[in-house]
């Protein structure tokens, strides 16, 4: 029963993080916990979810609007 539990606790998650994508550092912290308390109950952990937590993590350490990229050059006299 406790993974039937969680995998509509993940749905409801899911649908959260497609509605609020502005919240995705939030969404993301409790998509980790969830996955946690899955690993924690010996329970499979989804390896598409595992997949998305590892994807939401490397997009919110990437700098908004390419800002990674070498700024332009100052205009000199």
Avoid: T
């Avoid at 996955?35 to 998305?52: K, N, S, T």
């Avoid at 937590?53 to 997009?59: K, P």
Wanted: glycine fraction near 6%; charged fraction near 30%.
């Amino acid at each position: 029963m406790a993974f039937e539990q969680f995998r509509l606790q993940l749905a409801m998650l899911m649908d959260e993080i497609a509605k609020n994508p502005a919240d995705a550092h939030e969404l993301q912290e409790s998509l980790r916990e969830k996955l946690g308390e899955m690993q924690a109950l010996g329970l499979p952990l989804p390896a598409d979810l595992v997949g998305l937590e590892e994807y939401l993590e490397e997009d919110l350490n990437r700098p908004p609007g390419g800002a990674d990229l070498d700024p332009a050059p100052e205009d000199q006299p």
